[in-house]
T-cell receptor
Framework: TQLLEQSPQFLSIQEGENLTVYCNSSSVFSSLQWYRQEPGEGPVLLVTVVTGGEVKKLKRLTFQFGDARKDSSLHITAAQPGDTGLYLC???????????FGTGTRLQVTL | NAGVTQTPKFRILKIGQSMTLQCTQDMNHNYMYWYRQDPGMGLKLIYYSVGAGITDKGEVPNGYNVSRSTTEDFPLRLELAAPSQTSVYFCASPEGTEAFFGQGTRLTVV
């Protein structure tokens, strides 16, 4: 089993703070996705990264794919309570692969 | 398009009972997945299917069975429910690199 380890497991911060969560593996990804899951809902895709060193921005969220394609990070600038949720990285979606999820980072942003 | 639809949303089972979790997608996708998610954790793959008539085991298949007689439907069967199967179950179907999820079935085995 090729594990996806996420860190930290839990993060509680105040509104306006910045944060970074990480996703690491011992094996190379062909592509990596980040999802956010809110309570009582299924995960929703935020972004897909496919190229080593790639950086993608989604409003206040910045996603980076490591040069060796074994790790990725998600940075949130000026966190808001609406960012609260479970952040999951995943690899292998679609055509010929099993979609495998990381262990998750639970983020709580308070006023 | 409704996307991925799961039923029921909630269910309580007694130990040893059986049930089928339903999953239907109207996107004509070939791939479908079943996951379970334990509290505060990521998702673990139970079974997946690459098309009608084809299924394969994921990471945690024990205690479950699946079938895929049509492209639209991918039911998950629990034959002898155990407390360890208490979890939230998600069905998903990908398009390209994005997986679309149902809203989940919260199952409690007592």
């Amino acid at each position: 089993t090729q594990l996806l380890e996420q860190s930290p497991q839990f993060l509680s911060i105040q509104e306006g703070e910045n944060l970074t969560v990480y996703c690491n593996s011992s094996s190379v990804f062909s592509s990596l996705q980040w999802y956010r899951q809110e309570p009582g809902e299924g995960p929703v895709l935020l972004v897909t990264v496919v190229t080593g060193g790639e950086v993608k921005k989604l409003k206040r969220l910045t996603f980076q794919f490591g040069d060796a394609r074994k790790d990725s990070s998600l940075h949130i600038t000026a966190a808001q309570p609406g960012d609260t949720g479970l952040y999951l990285c995943a690899r292998g979606a679609g055509t010929a692969s099993k979609l495998t999820f990381g262990t998750g980072t639970r983020l709580q942003v308070t006023l | 398009n409704a996307g991925v639809t799961q039923t029921p949303k909630f269910r309580i089972l007694k130990i040893g009972q059986s049930m089928t979790l339903q999953c239907t997608q109207d996107m004509n996708h070939n791939y479908m997945y079943w996951y379970r998610q334990d509290p505060g954790m990521g998702l673990k793959l139970i079974y997946y299917s690459v098309g009608a008539g084809i299924t394969d085991k994921g990471e945690v298949p024990n205690g479950y069975n699946v079938s895929r007689s049509t492209t639209e439907d991918f039911p998950l069967r629990l034959e002898l429910a155990a407390p360890s199967q208490t979890s939230v179950y998600f069905c998903a179907s990908p398009e390209g690199t994005e997986a679309f999820f149902g809203q989940g079935t919260r199952l409690t085995v007592v």
